[in-house]
């Protein structure tokens, strides 16, 4: 286990994986995902990395930013990717090493669907990270799966025609609760001592694991980059990304203690400075028929 | 072209009215100027260079832009290169007139005599910085420091606003009227009004301080009213596809296909085309012979790694003979590789693509105008032949800008052999002459058929399941096949370029036409007689090569891959004997350097 403070119940480890040298956007989410997954998972972790954000900020040449073994991966293959380390490292005795999957939402959501299904599926002892940062960022911010109704992407982009995407967000965490994987949780950057509990939960559980983590990107839903952390908190207090916890078939999700509306969320991002008030009831109503069903899903599972 | 460049030092150019003079003698003012901007990723090294660009096209000048960039989001360090002249230009040039150095990084790398990014000219003009940078080493060019920030400053908190004035200082350098850059700065920035009077206000201060206290360079060029266009490869294979009737486009975002699909999506509304950019790659390409099968005209898009997962159905398109336009876009492989650069490797993933022999027929665009001409017609080849047809293009063509004169929208869309409703006995793969069968749609009266991936007999009835029918295997076969017979006989004859009398024939294809031509003009200068034969049609391979490569001294091709895979493909097709010029280090050609090279071969025993 990693090293711990003392002066609070749980809190984050001091060590440090990620170093500097990364050369990722300012103010990006996905860095700080990946710098908490690693301190709660320690040492003895390997990473594989898709096409994506991640696969171009480790660090140019002569710098690398991660002090653990990573590789690369095919677009479409993180599942299966880490379906070959995990049993490169059994038969190699290393049954303790972490095997870890860094996709984002491009890789997790789209192309790398298949894949993921297929190695939850296959019930190997992995991590699936899936940092989402709601489009594909790397290459010019482009509507993915992931992608929030009511968003501009350079293939949504809005003008006269409204042309902003219409269609809900498709959120690969319910799915992977809906497959019944055995560890399900979404985080994100704001609250860093619930996503690194939801790593170390995950981390007793020897079986496959998904955590999807909300990664405000500044170049990509056009903000101030030094509103990733607040943008991250208010995605949760807005109901937009509920976090939640699904373990061994029971859901528990955490209320915030302030909410805000729609409204206040989509009003700080220019991604969605178009959308008029039949448009962002529009998506509050998703949003709220969403966290009723979550609640729902909470309530039934508590019970049984 | 008509106009040659002589090379008397390495990296210095003198225009020459037809008189080669040893040593540092200028004749006369040269016809063409070398901008380059260079800074970190972040730093507006791109909206610079398209803004000079736009104001050389809107005096009514050409030409070519060539972006030198990284695959990350800030940091490292990029340039891009801007070559304008009175004289149509093809391609990004030797030489540097004008450096405009974002950073200490920038004024060093380009202004030192050892560069090597590519092939890339050191400056031998002016280099515009910031003159806060003051600490960095000192050769023998021209330093233009200037108060940029301090002047950027006084208009706005913007620090990119340093880069407009600059760009004032450079114009002002070459004697451009500072009302077209004026307008292409307001355009640029017109839709934030305040922001646009700033900038053009701090142009015009870098524009009016140059002219107090530096001379102009040794620059003529001849304005003019003709109108151009400013358009990339990408953008011009869009436009094609929009000529020829495409109404849907699907695409996975890949650089650098991504420019065609950031077109096509901007467009969309406009020329009513559906866009959609599915889950992967695989779901692309079966989207596009969806809707291809039923009557669309539809067409998917992607660099290698993507072509890569279509290649199962490509092969099923040419089995269903469905008609397929697809647009590859080649980048530095393999796998990711340098996903930011160039080069044309991708020849023979794209011939060899998917099991089994079918008909295909591949296209390779020189220029942006032919991205256009080339993608419009792949779309009445693919509904003649029934059958895929894959434009190929690379970064350097898809991602670089060019000025053109005329866009050709003259087109006449064919359709193709189709059957009309309730024919007798319709049979959807009739074995024909030419190999084309009738074709029908989904709804048609009176036309059921099968279409299978399973070999089938005229009727499209599987062949492979109870028994097989050796005899219809091999009729089918051969009559798919036969339709790249009737293909060769209808081709345009082969373009070459000074080829006559050449007794030295360049091979080359796609988008290095504009370092070929000029490096051949180059040669031709010092009297050596070499000419081209330009492949955009290069698979199949047009049989009348086989005559024009007839007694001529030597073959070369040129190629920016490894291992010469065009090269191959000639040798096996015409068994000749050939020598190859290649690079493969991400960066295009540079005439000059491929001049050199040229002639070396030429010269050896």
Redesign the interface.
């Known amino acids: 286990m990693p090293e711990e403070v003392n002066d609070m119940p749980f809190s984050i480890p001091r060590e440090e994986f990620m170093e500097p040298g990364h ?4 103010g990006c989410g996905a860095t700080l995902a990946m710098r908490y997954v690693l301190k709660a998972l320690g040492k003895d972790t390997v990473v594989s990395v898709p ?1 994506s954000c991640w ?3 480790p660090g ?1 040449m002569p710098n690398r930013t991660l002090n653990v073994p990573m590789v ?1 991966t ?3 293959a993180t599942g299966a990717s880490i379906t070959g380390l995990r049993v490169a490292m059994d038969i190699l005795g290393k049954e303790d090493c972490n095997v870890v999957g860094f996709a984002g939402d491009g890789g997790t ?3 790398g ?1 298949q894949s993921l299904s297929g190695a939850m599926e296959r019930g190997h002892n992995v991590f699936y990270i899936m940092y989402d940062n709601e489009g ?1 960022m ?3 911010v ?2 993915s ?1 992931s992608t929030p109704y009511g968003a501009e992407t ?4 809005v ?1 006269a ?1 409204r ?1 902003f995407k219409h269609q809900q967000k498709k959120v690969v965490a319910d799915l992977m609760m809906a497959q019944g994987v055995p560890y399900v949780a979404t985080a994100t950057v704001a609250y860093p001592e619930d996503l690194i509990r939801k790593i170390v939960n995950a981390k007793k559980i020897a079986g496959p694991k998904f955590i999807q983590i909300l990664s405000p990107c500044p ?1 990509g839903w056009y903000f101030p980059t030094e509103k990733t952390i607040e943008i991250s908190r208010m995605a949760v207090q807005s109901g937009m990304f509920p976090l939640y916890e699904y373990s061994n078939g029971k859901l528990r999700v955490t209320k915030p203690s302030k909410t805000i509306s729609i409204r206040d969320y989509v009003s700080v991002q220019d991604r969605f400075m178009h959308l008029d008030e039949e448009d962002v009831s529009n998506l509050q109503s998703a949003v709220d028929q969403r966290m009723k069903n979550l609640l729902d899903r909470e309530r039934e599972t508590s019970g049984a | 072209m008509g106009q040659f460049w002589i090379f008397i030092n390495t990296f210095t150019r003198y225009w020459l009215s037809g008189i080669v003079w040893k040593q540092t003698v200028i004749i006369m003012s040269r016809n063409e100027v070398i901008f380059r901007v260079a800074g970190a990723a972040g730093d507006g090294v791109q909206s610079a260079g398209t803004i000079i660009t736009k104001t050389l096209a809107r005096s009514g000048l050409y030409a070519f832009t060539y972006n030198y960039y990284q695959d990350i989001v800030r940091g490292g360090q990029s340039w891009y290169q801007v070559r304008g002249s009175d004289v149509p230009v093809t391609n990004q040039g030797d030489g540097l007139d004008i450096l405009i150095a974002l950073n200490q990084d920038g004024l060093e790398r380009h202004t030192n005599p050892e560069i090597n990014e590519g092939g890339s000219s050191p400056l031998s003009g002016i280099a515009i910085y910031d003159q806060s940078i003051t600490v960095f080493e000192k050769r023998n060019v021209n330093y233009v420091p200037m108060p940029l920030s301090e002047i950027a400053a006084r208009y706005s908190k913007n620090p990119l606003l340093k880069n407009t004035v600059a760009i004032g200082a450079a114009f002002a350098s070459i004697g451009t009227d500072f009302e077209v850059l004026a307008g292409v700065i307001s355009d640029t920035f017109g839709k934030k009004g305040a922001v646009a009077e700033q900038n053009v206000n701090a142009a015009r201060e870098g524009y009016d301080l140059y002219l107090k206290n530096y001379k102009p360079i040794d620059v003529k060029l001849k304005t003019s009213k003709r109108r151009l266009y400013v358009i990339s490869g990408g953008h011009a294979i869009g436009l094609g596809a929009v000529k020829a009737g495409c109404k849907m486009y699907i695409g996975y975002p890949m650089t650098p296909a991504s420019s065609c699909l950031e077109f096509m999506t901007n467009h969309s509304q406009k020329f009513q085309i559906f866009v959609k950019l599915p889950e992967d790659e695989i779901s692309a390409i079966n989207m596009a012979i969806g809707a291809n099968y039923a009557g669309v005209r539809a067409m998917t898009a992607s660099s290698g790694g993507g072509f890569s997962l279509m290649v199962e159905a490509l092969g099923m398109a040419a089995m269903l003979e469905v008609p397929l336009v697809i647009y590859e876009a080649q980048r530095a492989g393999p796998s990711t590789g340098l996903p930011t650069k160039t080069e044309q490797a991708d020849l023979n993933l794209v011939i060899g693509a998917s099991q089994g022999d079918f008909p295909r027929i591949i296209l390779a665009p020189r220029n942006v105008k032919e991205c256009t001409t080339l993608t419009a017609e792949a779309f009445n080849l693919a509904e003649r032949f029934q059958t895929p047809v894959i434009v190929m293009s690379d970064l350097f063509l898809a991602e670089n800008f060019q000025t053109v004169e005329d866009l050709n929208f003259d087109f006449r869309i064919d359709r193709g052999y189709l059957a009309s409703e309730n024919a007798e006995d319709y049979r959807r793969y009739l074995i024909t002459e030419n190999g084309i069968s009738p074709r029908s749609f989904p709804g048609m009266k009176g036309l059921m058929h099968n279409e299978d991936s399973d070999e089938h007999n005229e009727y499209g009835d599987v062949v492979s399941d109870a028994v097989t029918d050796p005899k219809d295997r091999i009729k089918m076969m051969e009559k798919r096949m036969r339709k790249m017979e009737t293909y060769l006989k209808e081709m345009p004859p082969t373009d070459t370029y000074r080829a006559e009398d050449a007794e030295y024939l360049v091979f080359q294809w796609g988008s290095t036409q504009g370092a070929v031509e000029e490096a051949i003009d180059i040669l031709r200068e010092k009297g050596i007689k070499v000419g081209a034969v330009e492949l955009s049609r290069i698979f199949p391979m047009n049989r009348d090569i086989s005559t024009i490569i007839r007694s001529r001294k030597k073959l070369i091709v040129v190629e920016n891959n490894f291992s010469g895979q065009l090269n191959r493909l000639l040798r096996s097709e015409f068994l000749c004997k050939t020598e190859l010029v290649r690079k493969f280090d991400g960066e295009a050609f540079y005439p000059g350097a491929l001049a050199q090279e040229l002639e070396t071969i030429v010269r050896r025993k």
């Open positions: 050369t990722a956007c300012h096409a696969a171009v900020i140019a690369y095919p677009f479409a959501a789209d192309i669907l594909y790397n290459t010019g482009q509507r799966g350079t293939t949504t982009p003008r025609e042309n170049t």
